[in-house]
């Protein structure tokens, strides 16, 4: 959807209510009202973005196929391509927003260093209290990251549980791939088997053997399976055994051991199930369970919890073994069902009141909750904010105010109270009151961008939407000077090639801004587009290549705008199939391009498998998909030297089919040819087609590979870009400059000067 001649951005659930009429200006300022409106209508309904591209239009994603094609590049990276050479890709940033972080774990006896785990961006150590990050996990096959567990005896001893066990939403398309172990604190790893238990959400080391190991296992997100429940291995990962199964669609979400008497044992227990269709988030089979007996045997423990539930939290104190604490979540609405105190070691339990906790929604999507190690009564409850107790759950404050939202994981230094750690989609913070005053540690590059952007007229000025972080951008170039300048979950953002004063973002479902100041200020710009019509949670929206002043938008209609977006004229019918059952296939379109040769010839794609073309800048519409796999379109490219080709890229997997996943036209889709060559089986997310010959360039979810043969033979580009969902690219034509935004990790760019060059020697 991009060509080379201006930077264009390639790449429908009905909106739910009327929530973006309420807001009329959007400042560069993230706005903590607004991000809660955001969050609080993304979630009424299914959104899993990333998985539904993947899922259609079988609703299910291929995993065996995704995780050999990582194999596959694991083998293209043991091998000396030529090629390719050694030209590396260079981190671009941002080193100080930060993205999701899933747990923080400190190694006690080494109280300056600290390992942080990330939703899809791996794990990352500090051995100066946050000061520098390194990433140690990068050479494995998957970095998403559900848990960490260290060994009190042996603090280089470090398990890790792959896949991120929160509840889904637009950031999850795979889950993990087991458990993996390291014996000198991270420096090398070994992979430990349990690659079908989905995700992790709690590891626990016995505290006296560190070869006793605990996983608490969810599952498979958008299925049912049997591989969930509590697992344990006796011999330091080589076997495992699982010791409390419930049911297929119940995994164990939460776990704690008495360290005074470890055979004590609790496990919480979330039936849950999710698919592209429709969710499940409680039922009867939640509950929490004891175990006296070093798991042998099991009870679920009744007196005074309730008898259904959503996610559920444990939290046992370490000072006083008998006292534990647990959050259960009503199952519909995701609010606090009920907050409990055991003291009795959970024979028996009674309420709390929680009326000092405001801001509780979406509990299915944090639900944790912590004990100081050393004062039984200091009880923290992350939410979308982060709430504290002194007395023991009595009454409850709020602490971490100002810093970023949706908070995940709370770390204790042992040796300092007071200081402890939090966690949340914004990276790491630290305080040394409790959570009373804080800062936040930069330098963790886990953002989790959807798209990227270049300011043709300045090409260090690099822009993106990221995953509960907004729309960010560099006016400098460096990793640590990113800045939010939009908010929401931010999507795709244009800068106008010959006028950087005017920028465009979005946030979900065509939250459409336009600035007309560089980016420091937005107006919500929607201007007849008809409410009514189906929205992507990530809409399209291009510039005309010959004249950024016209663009053009797509719901499950085309629009164009030839005022810079102030107002959007309807410029075709229903260009989808218009078959949206149950969420499944929501008929938007996802990809347009406008020939730059001739900007009456228009492409678009589909989430439900339309290719169209129109001859006549919008009068009609030809469908030229017949051939082409039914799969969901992630690009179109409308060819900047000859106007009769064109590409088109999709998503999803083969499932045994014999279908590509990139095809050409040379007639304007009459006829397609099939140039995915040696690729794997992967989805390819973006697209550019370089000027001169100058390759074709695909961003997939192992990486980036390029192809200088018209698809023939593809390879993977560069060198240094971890295992990630490379989720949009972005090109410079003059500086022939690529840029990758990735889903865990940040940009990344790469100057393809070196790369022709090292393939004409």
Not at 62 to 75: G, M, Q
Not at 133 to 147: H, K, R, T, V
Not at 633 to 649: C, H, K
Request: glycine share 12%; with cysteine; net charge negative.
């Amino acid at each position: 959807m991009r060509i080379a001649k201006y930077i264009l951005i390639p790449l429908g659930l009905l909106l739910v209510t009327g929530f973006i009429f309420f807001i009329s200006k959007h400042k560069s300022q993230s706005d903590s009202s607004l991000s809660a409106l955001v969050k609080e209508e993304k979630e009424k309904l299914p959104n899993d973005w990333l998985y539904r591209q993947r899922a259609y239009p079988s609703g299910s994603i291929d995993k065996h196929a995704y995780f050999k094609a990582l194999e596959y590049k694991r083998n293209l990276l043991r091998e000396e391509v030529s090629t390719r050479g050694s030209v590396p890709w260079i981190f671009s940033g941002p080193t100080n927003i930060g993205g999701r972080v899933t747990d923080i774990e400190l190694q006690q006896t080494f109280p300056a260093t600290l390992l942080v785990g990330t939703a899809s961006g791996g794990i990352f150590k500090t051995n100066d209290e946050g000061q520098t990050w390194i990433p140690i996990f990068d050479s494995e096959m998957n970095l998403s990251i559900g848990d960490l567990a260290v060994a009190k005896t042996n603090q280089d001893i470090i398990y890790v549980g792959t896949g991120e066990a929160n509840a889904g939403g637009g950031s999850i398309a795979y889950d993990g791939n087991g458990i993996y172990k390291s014996t000198d604190g991270g420096d090398s790893w070994m992979h430990l088997g349990l690659d079908s238990i989905g995700s992790v959400g709690k590891m626990q080391v016995h505290p006296a053997d560190p070869d006793q190991c605990f996983v608490a296992a969810m599952g498979n997100l958008f299925e049912n399976n049997p591989n969930r429940g509590l697992y344990k291995t006796n011999d330091g990962g080589e076997t495992w055994e699982n010791i409390l199964f419930i049911n297929d669609s119940t995994g164990v979400i939460d776990f704690a051991i008495n360290p005074n008497h470890p055979k004590t044992m609790y496990a919480a227990a979330w039936e849950r199930i999710r698919r592209v269709n429709r969710r499940a988030y409680g039922g009867p089979s939640s509950g929490i369970y004891k175990s006296t007996d070093g798991g042998n045997t099991w009870d679920e423990l009744t007196n005074g919890l309730p008898q259904s539930s959503g996610r559920i939290a444990i939290a046992l104190a370490e000072s006083d073994p008998e006292i534990l604490y647990s959050i259960y979540t009503h199952e519909t609405s995701g609010n606090i069902l009920g907050l409990f105190k055991s003291v009795d070691g959970g024979d028996s339990w009674f309420d709390l009141d929680y009326a000092d906790i405001s801001d509780q929604p979406y509990m299915w999507w944090f639900g944790k909750i912590f004990v100081d190690p050393q004062d039984a009564d200091n009880v923290y409850l992350p939410s979308f904010t982060m709430h504290k107790s002194e007395d023991g759950g009595l009454t409850w404050f709020d602490i971490f105010e100002g810093a970023h939202v949706d908070q995940h994981a709370i770390c204790f230094d042992l040796q300092n109270p007071g200081k402890v750690y939090a966690g949340n989609d914004g990276g790491v913070y630290l305080s040394y009151d409790g959570g009373i005053v804080y800062e936040k540690l930069n330098g963790l590059p886990n953002i989790q961008f959807y798209t990227c952007e270049i300011d043709y007229q300045f090409p260090d000025r690099l822009y993106g939407g990221a995953q509960d972080n907004g729309t960010n951008r560099t006016l400098a170039g460096n990793e640590d000077d990113w800045q939010h300048i939009f908010g929401g979950d931010g999507f795709r953002v244009l800068v106008d090639p010959t006028d950087n004063n005017y920028i465009y973002a979005e946030y979900q479902y065509a939250g459409f801004g336009r600035s007309t100041d560089g980016g420091l200020s937005f107006d919500y710009s929607t201007n007849g587009i008809f409410f009514g019509d189906r929205k992507n949670w990530n809409t399209i929206f291009v510039f005309n290549p010959l004249n950024p002043a016209t663009l053009y938008l797509g719901t499950n209609r085309l629009y164009k705008s030839i005022d810079r977006g102030e107002f959007w004229e309807l410029n075709s019918g229903d260009l989808t199939r218009n078959t949206a059952q149950n969420n499944i296939a929501f008929g938007t379109i996802t990809s347009i391009s406008v020939s730059p040769l001739d900007t009456n010839l228009i492409f678009i794609g589909t989430d439900d498998g339309n290719v169209q073309v129109s001859r006549n800048g919008s009068s009609s519409w030809s469908l030229i998909s017949g051939s082409l796999p039914d799969r969901w379109v992630t690009s179109v490219v409308a060819d900047a030297e000859n106007i009769n080709t064109a590409y088109v890229t999709f998503s999803g997997f083969r499932f045994g089919e014999n279908i590509g996943h990139i095809y050409k036209t040379t007639n304007q889709g009459v006829s397609w040819t099939d140039i995915s060559g040696n690729l794997p089986d992967v989805p390819i997310n973006d697209l550019i087609v370089a000027p001169n010959d100058a390759g074709l360039y695909i961003a997939t979810d192992i990486g980036v590979f390029f192809s200088l043969n018209d698809g023939a033979k593809w390879e993977l580009l560069g060198t240094g870009l971890p295992n990630l969902v490379c989720t949009d690219l972005a090109y410079h034509a003059p500086q022939n400059l690529l840029v990758v935004a990735t889903f865990g990790r940040g940009m990344y760019r790469i100057n393809l000067d070196d790369v022709i060059s090292g393939n004409s020697e």
